[in-house]
């Protein structure tokens, strides 16, 4: 099945010459569409997952569906491809299944809006946004069940169904989905601004087109999908050889007692043809942790990794998509048979960039990155407050960012470019919360000669009762180092009852009882350090006391000794104890996992962590089979 575009004028588009300059122009154009459906995003929703932290990703494409300008990847031609109906002018489309969309989308909570753009009654370009609700329903608030064991326990399924036919709200569908979410008043709001940014995209299309003429406009379409498919070409030959190369990294668990779940890549090239093949990783979970994943969206991303390192400014489309051929095993964790549950993806999407960069810094060491984008841990509270009304906080915490070939890592930041920490001001002012400390961990980066970020602590002291979930890994794991640099802090939380009992908490957990004056203390994980950190200036790691990124015992790490005030080095001594240290060490380690094997590790994992080990999953083969019915989704 697909869908039926209806147009009633059918003119061929006639090729036409045109100079770089308005080649430039309508890249910049679709930029700037891009920014300004944000802003209105910014400006209109109003879950602060949405409007605070900008939890929605909007993506701009040519008539046949391939992305001109976005982050993650065209979700139009899985829509187009899965969709029996028509498209017509003043149409809305909107969806939140994950099977029905391949994966463009890849849990319940993101609502895709896509919006055809029509000029003189022909279909010229799409308009798309996917934003994160808050609440659609489902076993627990923030419909995120960490035991949810099929899409039907995480919330409302949306198919692909028109919100908007022919320019008509179908109000119908609208009260559908405000009587599914616990925070209705949120739905409403945030599937106003997403449609609203949509049409402003559309409307952006329309213009540009309508400026430099329909044949201009798209002859500068084409024009950029070579130039991204030349550049493409010439990093992939640069970066990728010809020899196949592995790397593999684990989620720690499921939040059901199994793990760690393997990530296994392997990556070679056949011509100007990179392949990603990612045959050996696990079985999928009986639990949410799984991930359905669209090829073109993994194509995207990685294909922005790979050119960034030569040029950071460089607008990547999807006219190098013949470049990349990308293997999920059917059965996987990273592409479940339907109906399995995936409301916990966001580990295994952060994760990507770790596997990723380590099977290419491979053949380039240079260029590689540590480990440590690795999640996005997920913080929700829920209850009421003193005067009956409802309440919801889901906020997205921040790790530390790897060490990099070219400095230190950041401090408690976002792997997502656009991403924002939500302001303690606001939480406090809408939430029946303080933010006791809001903090670096000291020494939770992993040393090396370019330090890894520190990870982020907070203690929330809640001043109602009510009930938390925590979604995060790397408390089993550690995040790596590379060429030399060691491997970083992993994560822990815990509770501090009102009475000072501590209870250690899991690092994914639904329903936890909370009390007020109870208080949570929230640490996430460090990025791994990049270089031999007895390489580290003596400067910079001074610079790092001062500030307090390091502690004195810290410092010893890179070899440096300094003074009780942590203000002074010693340089004869760190000489010396630096030699010694080389010599103890030997030759420094290509990769510093933070464990010999995961035998080792699950085997010390209760005295180290205070947690029980997982029990690790099936293979593929193992698992029953599970045919996709015809009507997935």
């Known amino acids: 099945m697909s869908a039926t575009v209806i147009e009633t004028n059918t003119a061929a588009f006639n090729p036409v010459d045109l100079d770089p300059i308005t080649v430039d122009l309508v890249e910049k ?326 596997v990723v960069g380590g099977v290419l810094g491979q053949s380039a060491p240079e260029y590689m990155c540590a480990a440590g984008f690795s999640s996005s841990p997920h913080f929700v509270f829920s209850g009421q407050h003193s005067n009956g009304e409802k309440f919801l906080l889901f906020q997205v915490a921040f790790g530390g960012i790897p060490g990099r070939p070219v400095g230190d890592g950041v401090d408690c930041h976002s792997v997502w470019p656009k991403f924002r920490n939500m302001p303690n001001e606001y939480i406090e002012a809408h939430f029946p919360i303080v933010v006791e400390t809001y903090e670096t961990i000291p020494d939770s980066g992993g040393p090396g000669l370019h330090r890894g970020g520190n990870g982020l602590r907070v203690s929330y002291r809640f001043l109602e009762s009510g009930e938390i979930s925590l979604h995060d890994d790397r408390w089993l794991t550690y995040p790596w180092g590379i060429n030399g640099g060691l491997a970083a802090a992993r994560s822990t939380k815990h509770l501090v009852k009102a009475d000072g009992t501590v209870i250690p908490l899991p690092s994914k957990c639904d329903g936890v009882a909370v009390q007020r004056n109870d208080l949570l203390v929230f640490a996430t994980w460090g990025g791994g350090g990049w270089g031999d950190p007895f390489d580290r200036p003596t400067a910079a790691v001074l610079e790092d006391l001062r500030r307090g990124s390091v502690t004195v015992e810290g410092a010893r790490r890179y070899g440096v000794v300094s003074g009780a005030d942590g203000l002074t080095v010693d340089d004869q001594a760190t000489e010396s104890l630096r030699s010694t240290m080389r010599t103890e060490r030997g030759e420094a380690p290509w990769i510093d996992r933070g464990f010999e094997s995961v035998e080792s590790l699950l085997a010390a994992c209760e005295a180290e962590t205070g947690h029980p080990a997982p029990t690790p999953p099936l293979s593929i083969l193992e698992l029953p089979a599970a045919p996709e019915p015809a009507n997935a989704g």
């Not at 609502?111 to 279909?123: G, K, N, Y």
């Not at 990556?267 to 043809?273: A, I, L, M, P, Y």
């Not at 999920?328 to 592409?335: A, D, E, L, T, Y």
């Not at 399995?340 to 770790?354: E, M, Q, V, Y």
Request: with cysteine; proline share 5%.
């Open 29 to 354: 154009g679709f930029e700037n569409a891009l920014h300004r459906m944000n802003a209105l995003i910014f400006r209109v929703s109003m879950s602060p997952l949405m409007r605070e932290q900008r939890d929605s990703f909007p993506i701009l494409t040519d008539r046949h569906g391939a992305q001109m300008a976005g982050q993650f990847g065209s979700p139009v031609q899985s829509f187009m491809d899965n969709y029996e109906g028509t498209v017509e002018d003043g149409d809305i489309f909107l969806t939140n299944d994950p099977y029905v969309t391949e994966g463009a989308i890849s849990h319940l909570n993101d609502w895709l809006i896509v919006v055809p753009v029509f000029l003189e009654e022909r279909l010229i370009g799409w308009s798309a946004i996917f934003g994160h609700q808050t609440d659609i329903g489902g076993a627990v608030p923030g419909s995120m069940p960490i035991a949810a064991s099929s899409l039907f326990e995480e919330g409302l399924v949306i198919p692909i169904v028109k919100l908007w036919s022919k320019g008509q709200e179908q109000k119908d569908i609208v009260k559908i989905l405000l009587g599914n979410s616990r925070m209705p008043h949120w739905i409403r709001a945030d599937l106003n601004a997403l449609v609203s940014a949509a049409r402003l995209g559309r409307n952006a299309i329309a213009e540009m087109a309508t400026r430099f003429g329909v044949d201009e406009f798209y002859s500068a379409i084409d024009a950029l999908k070579a130039r991204c498919h030349n550049a493409m070409r010439q990093v992939i030959r640069t970066l990728i050889p010809e020899e196949r190369t592995s790397f593999e990294d684990y989620l720690c668990d499921d939040g059901m007692g199994t793990g760690p779940y393997k990530l296994r890549c392997t990556v070679w090239r056949e011509g100007d043809v990179a392949h990603f093949d990612f045959a050996g990783t696990d079985a999928q979970s009986a639990a949410s942790i799984n991930l359905p994943y669209n090829p073109q969206m993994f194509r995207m991303l990685t294909g922005q990794l790979l050119v960034f390192v030569f040029d950071p400014g460089f607008v990547v489309n999807d006219g190098f998509r013949d470049l990349m051929q990308v293997s999920f095993p059917k059965g996987s964790w990273r592409n479940p048979h339907y109906p399995a549950a995936s409301s916990g993806r966001t580990h295994g999407l952060g994760r990507i960039f770790d």
